[in-house]
């Protein structure tokens, strides 16, 4: 049985979609594991930033006995200086918590062009940040210790 060209060609480029689609979708997002601290609650977060300059951040910390969680829509900014150095600014909205009602502020994070981090808490005084971008493999796993879906 002989089969029409169009067909080969079709399942070639469908099965082409399959191998470069997933490399691609995740060429485009990036996730880091944060920690600070304000000097009264330590803060452990992950961000997780897509390529249109938005991205999601889920945050928690042990305040009174409890763990609350805030999970938070980021939108992301670029100031450059005159000299064309870049500072990337990180902010928080949408703030959802976990328990419900519980106060949080959402988060303003700096990443200057000299490798230096900085979160502002809820006073906007600066808290040294640290980052580390977390790999493919540990992704899953991270989106569930987070609570990201």
């Not at 062009?113 to 906007?124: R, S």
């Amino acid at each position: 049985m002989r089969r029409n060209p169009t067909f080969y060609t079709k399942n070639l480029l469908l099965g082409l979609l399959f191998v470069f689609l997933p490399n691609a979708l995740q060429a485009q997002i990036h996730v880091a594991q944060l920690s600070w601290s304000d000097g009264v609650y330590a803060y452990s977060g992950l961000f997780v930033m897509q390529s249109n300059d938005k991205g999601i951040l889920s945050v928690k910390h042990f305040c009174n006995g409890i763990w609350i969680w805030a999970h938070q829509d980021i939108s992301i900014s670029r100031q450059y200086d005159i000299y064309g150095n870049c500072t990337t600014i990180l902010t928080g909205y949408n703030v959802v918590t976990n328990p419900p009602g519980a106060p949080y502020v959402a988060d303003i994070i700096y990443l200057y062009p000299n490798g230096q981090e900085v979160a502002l808490d809820a006073l906007k005084r600066p808290c040294r940040l640290f980052s580390t971008m977390v790999p493919n493999h540990l992704w899953r796993s991270k989106f569930n210790e987070f609570g990201i879906r």
